[in-house]
């Protein structure tokens, strides 16, 4: 079974919302990722219902989720003992199904005391319920996350069937083995898991494709099938268990952003985040900063930003641990210390209380007489059990106040949380609901924005001057295109206080709004969920300057859908199709003329040394013998200074077609597309040094 990144094509997002994604993406590419919302959720939720585990449903499911856009995925891993393997399945695989291979009907027969724990094919009982945390039933984790409260409460409300043992079916091309409440596939592995993740790194990346992805690591004990009486004996071995982190290491080595990177980062800024292009750097405003006597800045609480770790360093995944059950507690979790970040060094759990219409009460991070950065401890926010407020399980619930309560935990600076099943339908049977929490995770951009035309009726039917940015009090704060050329207030930011803003002094067009701000601020654009909530609550309090909309520091202007921050900025995606004909044609040409007069050259020095060799000097030496007398010193080394000059025009000659030919700054990157670690990291360098 191959197991590729392979979403449904109704998965992928449309051109606007791939317009939306990147502007949102790259809007906020200086912030550090831990004050950056992103939507979360959880796999066993989204993919696995009524306890079903099957192997190629979660390689559909995933690459779905995938290509949606979530980036934050939580994943239940179970250790199952007696085969010694990471799985998905949260029941030990019988030993006839080691290695893939279904057992014999007689064994089957022979293992099953009931005939409701056998499977047929691929249909198992659509009336099992839907758990994923077996060791709920038996023995309550000393770390309890989210999810697990979560599914707790469903395990409450529901009543599991349960048989002694375990059975096998033969009538599918996959064998299927049940315990309990649980029915899963044998290729339900976690290697699929892997493989779908970095099959989906190496397609997106591009620039415009590439996104950070976390993905949080809960530790289970697998139900063990054959001791009915003790289904989670303590594990034998654990601490001789292979471990996670070089599970993943294996794959993603060139792509991961390690806990020992982030330390090493920390403590010499001049070598790390401040050593790169300042497009690159890290906002210092978000974090503490000491400065030694020796002028090495260093930091103890500061994160890098997605531009860094993403484009400069071309690292993708961050992997961090959730809950880890009490049986699992021998683990060598301190072997992934270096790749594997600490459970909750990735999230910061917000108690929150929202009404059932999806209004918070209590836990929101925004407070408009707030700014100070730090007493809003937004870092790593997320909430996933929201008191009072239940995610649409049922059919009959409609998901509106769902995807309210998600729009307002990220204007309130918190990423939500998915632990349950929207409307009890997974990613692969109703994937629009999942599609639906990533849209309505956007806090930029208002529904149907950013537009290409004003549209019918406008006065203006011309999209050339509609490429500028405004937000709109009407719409919520969001953002909305607007004619460069009308006249409006603009949004000032105060120098190094991200949530200080103020209006500018005096309407105008577009171009010239950044003279229009008052001293020691800028034209601004928010970069964050919470930088835009207290910027619309200024505009609320301003009415009559925020009155049909405030400027941004945002704008389309060089390329229509290109959205670039800087009033004269560039899009850093386009290369014009004329200029890179021409450069085509042009660049060869003058190359092949320099190839020849170094061709010329090299014969010339050849041809010199051939004809001083002909007129070496004959010697006679003793005995009557003729030989030849040595080159000269300074001969050899005339020679070796041409060979020098040659390669010193060479290595000017590529450097002059890299500088005058860059690459389209669409190219996916080499590096994904080589096997070799090696040759990996040196197209990656290639690929950084292009940028």
């Known amino acids: 079974m191959t197991s590729n990144y392979n979403p449904d094509p109704e998965a992928l997002p449309d051109p606007l919302w791939q317009t939306v994604y990147l502007s949102h993406r790259d809007v906020s590419s200086k912030v550090p990722i831990n004050f950056v919302t992103t939507p979360a959720i959880s796999l066993s939720a989204a993919c696995f219902r009524r306890g079903r585990y099957s192997g190629n449903d979660a390689i559909k499911c995933l690459s779905n989720l995938l290509g949606a856009g979530f980036q934050r995925i939580a994943i239940d891993v179970y250790w199952d003992d007696p085969r010694r393997a990471w799985t998905l399945c949260p ?19 022979r293992t099953s005391t009931s005939a409701s724990a056998q499977v047929t094919g691929d249909a198992a ?78 397609r997106s990346a591009t620039t415009v494709d590439a996104h950070l992805l976390y993905v949080t690591l809960h530790l289970h004990l697998a139900l063990n099938s054959s001791n009915s009486s003790n289904p989670l004996p303590t594990p034998k071995n654990l601490l001789g268990a292979p471990t996670l982190g070089n599970f993943f290491q294996e794959s993603f080595s060139d792509y991961l952003y390690l806990p020992s990177q982030l330390e090493a980062d920390r403590r010499d800024l001049n070598a790390s985040w401040y050593s790169v292009s300042e497009k690159y750097q890290p906002d210092h405003s978000y974090f503490n900063e000491n400065i030694d006597q020796d002028g090495i800045h260093s ?8 531009a860094f770790v993403e484009v400069s360093r071309g690292r993708r995944l961050f992997l961090s641990w959730g809950s880890i059950d009490p049986k699992m507690q021998d683990y060598n979790a301190r072997a992934d210390e270096s790749i594997i970040f600490a459970t909750d060094y990735l999230d910061n759990v917000q108690n929150v209380t929202a009404s059932s219409s999806g209004d918070v009460r209590t836990g929101c991070l925004f407070d408009s007489d707030i700014r100070e950065l730090a007493k809003s401890n937004s870092s790593w926010a997320v909430s996933g059990d929201v008191d009072g407020f239940d995610f649409a399980e049922n059919e009959s619930t409609s998901s509106n106040s769902s995807l309210d309560l998600i729009s307002n935990l990220v204007a309130c600076g918190i990423s939500p949380m998915i632990n349950e099943t929207l409307q009890n339908s997974t990613a692969l049977e109703n994937l629009t609901l999942y599609a639906e929490v990533v849209h309505s995770a956007i806090w930029s951009w208002a529904p149907g924005e950013p537009r290409k035309s004003p549209g019918p009726g406008t006065g203006s039917p011309s999209s050339s001057d509609f490429r500028c940015a405004v937000m709109d009090t009407t719409l919520d ?53 919470l930088e835009n909530a207290h910027l619309h609550s200024l505009a609320q309090s301003d009415t009559d300057r925020s009155t049909g909309g405030i400027w941004l520091n945002f704008n389309s202007i060089d390329v229509e859908a290109c959205w670039v921050t800087g009033v004269n900025a560039t899009c850093p995606y386009y290369v014009d199709e004329s200029e890179a004909r021409q450069k085509n044609v042009i660049i060869p040409t003058v190359a092949a003329i320099i190839v020849l007069v170094l061709t010329g050259l090299t014969l010339f020095v050849k041809c010199n040394a051939n004809r001083r060799g002909s007129r070496r000097r004959r010697r006679r030496g003793d005995g009557g013998w003729d030989y030849e007398g040595c080159v000269h010193r300074t001969t050899s080394l005339a020679s070796i200074d041409v060979r020098e000059y040659l390669l010193t025009i060479h290595f000017h000659l590529v450097a002059f077609l890299r500088e005058t030919h860059p690459p389209a700054r669409t190219t996916p990157f080499p590096c994904v597309k080589r096997k070799s670690a090696l040759r990996r990291e040196a197209a990656r360098v290639t690929c950084r040094a292009a940028l």
């Open 91 to 109: 029941i030990a695989a019988p030993s006839s199904t080691s290695n893939g291979t279904a057992a014999s009907p007689s064994a089957a027969s």
């Open 299 to 306: 930091t103890s609480d500061g994160w890098p930003c997605e």
């Open 125 to 202: 009982s659509s009336s099992s319920p839907q758990s994923v945390d077996p060791s709920a039933n038996v023995e309550s984790s000393a770390v309890e996350s989210s999810s697990d409260r979560t599914l707790s409460r469903r395990q409450q409300a529901e009543d599991p069937s349960s048989t002694s043992s375990a059975a096998i079916s033969t009538s599918s091309d996959v064998p299927q083995y049940s315990f309990e409440s649980y029915t899963c596939t044998a290729n339900i592995d976690l290697a699929i898991l892997r493989d779908v993740l970095y099959d989906f790194v190496f």
């Open 477 to 529: 704060g969001r953002w909305r295109v607007e004619s460069c050329s009308q006249r409006h207030y603009a949004a000032c930011q105060v120098t190094r206080q991200p949530y200080t803003f103020s209006i500018s002094t005096a309407p105008t067009i577009y171009t010239e709004s950044a003279s229009s701000c008052p001293p020691n601020t800028t034209l601004a654009v928010p970069r964050t969920a």
